[in-house]
């Protein structure tokens, strides 16, 4: 899939896709600390594909996600 001038494979387009209905509902994406839309996920991970990053879902009290995190795993 081309979005803008970036070609994303089809899992990398379902990611961004997935992230941005999170974000359209109001969760707060942030990438290492840092505050970021599903497109700068995907591209990130696009540019530093030999590293590993984790997203976590963080949950509220009543088990709903409040906010999704990507971390890197060392």
Known sequence: MDVGTVKYDDTQFELMMMLGRYQS????????????????????MMVKEDEVYMPDYVTDQNNRVVQIRYDHVR
């Open 25 to 44: 509902n109001g969760i707060p994406i942030f990438f290492e600390d840092k505050p970021s839309t599903p497109q700068d996920v995907v591209n990130i």
